[in-house]
């Protein structure tokens, strides 16, 4: 069975708030990417791809404080990209804390996410919204690259990935503040 875990994030559990997004209006967040390892990977697999998404953004409701840069329709699937990277060696089985932006594996590469930056943007909601899904996904691939840009972003890697997808796993964390 292909599994995705952290020894930071337990399933449906909350997000410790260093992995958040000070940036963006979070106290105590740092930013830095949580640790992350998996495990039984289908015979065929010849590279990974994790993904973070947050599926909770608020667009449609009056509230919403970013009306002005996100609106309905804006984001893939209304979703809210905050990491994508592709590419992951086959031999690789984890991510160290704080991977992103300088600790990648070789081969690695981090697209852009709807920060508008390439790398790991953490939890961000809006203060005093209910606590968001954010969900991390890891999916095993039947090829060594996905062959993107870096300045790709999610609806070009959704793309390229159609076809090549021999297993998913995910770990679901919330966060609110």
Known sequence: MFTLTSPEI??????PTRYANGVWGVEGGENISPPFNWDGAPEGTRSFVL???DPDVPLEEEW???????????????????WIVCDIPVSIKALVEGASPDNM???AKELVT????AGYGGP???????????????????????GLPKEAGYVDFTNAMKGKILATASLT?????
């Not at 337990?10 to 997000?15: A, M, Q």
């Not at 968001?132 to 890891?138: D, L, P």
């Open 64 to 82: 919403f404080p970013y009306k002005e840069q996100l609106k309905v329709g804006t984001l893939p699937g209304d979703l809210f990209i905050h």
């Open 51 to 53: 993904t973070c998404v």
């Open 105 to 107: 594996p070789s081969g």
């Open 114 to 117: 709807s920060f508008g930056t």
């Open 124 to 146: 961000a909601p809006p203060k005093g919204h209910k606590a968001h899904a954010y969900i991390f996904t890891i999916y095993a691939l039947g090829v060594e690259s996905l």
């Open 10 to 15: 337990v399933e449906r559990g909350v997000i």
């Open 173 to 177: 964390g919330y966060f609110s503040h």
